[in-house]
């Protein structure tokens, strides 16, 4: 079984930085009346106590979400993911924000294999309609997911990224994906690290011929001031229209406002 455990870093910059995107993506797709789904790959535990032994001892959320509920005078682009966080204690995972942002009538399929994971999962949906739990193997369930019945929607892909493999493995199965729900929206999270392992996973969404990938990242610093994660990235396949525009105006913004690090936003592929 696998070893990462989020209620470390939960809060942190790569999860401001990832939701905040996502929360944008939400909004492109809630323009239009009709339901939406969000598949989400790895939802995890659903929901993490910042002031729990773990939390506390890497200190990551204080310098994260901390740090950006502190900010001044956020862009109305910002307060839809301000509000769902403002808690300050209890930090959603991605399924619970994305409930927090969806409407009636949009659906939410999570899936999660770690046993414990699950079973806290299951917990923080408390029993939402609008949800559906699956504990199964993530990029399996991703192929027999798609595509919803909603025909419009999301699948948020991202994993811990402890089995090297991955990196190759998801912009695969995306590929896959894609060719069963060209409607849908693929937005795949991954770590900027010294190893620069990433750039495996970029290559492959590039040379893969989606119509459109458009890449986001915040680098927190250099990568090599330090061992570790230095920096967040978002690759959005078929994107929301105008998702560029408002991603440069919003983590604009959010460099501006003294949050630490920048932001760096290209397409890839064909149609860079």
């Given amino acids: 079984m696998l070893s990462y455990l989020h209620r470390y870093h939960a809060g942190n910059f790569a999860d401001v930085h990832k939701h905040l995107l996502l929360s944008r993506v939400l909004a492109a797709l809630a323009r239009k009346e009709t339901p939406f789904c969000v598949i989400d790959t790895h939802g995890g535990e659903g929901e993490y106590d910042l002031c729990c032994d773990e939390a506390r001892a890497s200190g990551e959320a204080a310098a994260g979400v901390g740090r950006f509920l502190s900010l001044p005078d956020p862009p109305e682009a910002a307060r839809a993911y301000r509000n769902g966080v403002a808690d300050g204690r209890f930090y959603p995972g991605s399924p619970l924000l994305a409930l927090r942002l969806m409407r009636p009538a949009d659906r939410l399929l999570a899936v999660e294999l770690h046993p414990r994971a699950y079973q806290e999962l299951r917990r923080a949906l408390r029993g939402d309609p609008r949800a559906h739990l699956h504990r199964r193997d993530a990029m399996e369930a991703l192929l027999a997911l798609v595509p919803p019945a909603e025909k419009r929607g999301v699948a948020v892909i991202d994993p811990a990224y402890e089995v090297k493999d991955e990196y190759r493995a998801i912009p695969a199965a995306v590929a896959k994906a894609f060719a069963r729900w060209r409607g849908g929206v693929y937005f795949v999270w991954y770590p900027l690290l010294p190893e620069a392992r990433h750039e495996i996973l970029l290559s492959s969404l590039a040379e893969a011929g989606f119509p459109e990938v458009l890449v986001s990242e915040w680098h927190r610093r250099g990568p090599g001031e330090e061992r570790g994660l230095y920096g967040?990235?978002?690759?959005?396949?078929?994107?929301?229209?105008?998702?560029?525009?408002?991603?440069?105006?919003?983590?604009?913004?959010?460099?501006?406002?003294?949050?630490?690090?920048?932001?760096?936003l290209r397409r890839i592929g064909g149609g860079a």
């Fill in 232 to 264: 967040s990235g978002v690759a959005v396949v078929n994107p929301p229209w105008r998702l560029d525009d408002e991603a440069a105006a919003l983590f604009g913004w959010l460099e501006a406002a003294g949050f630490g690090g920048r932001h760096v």
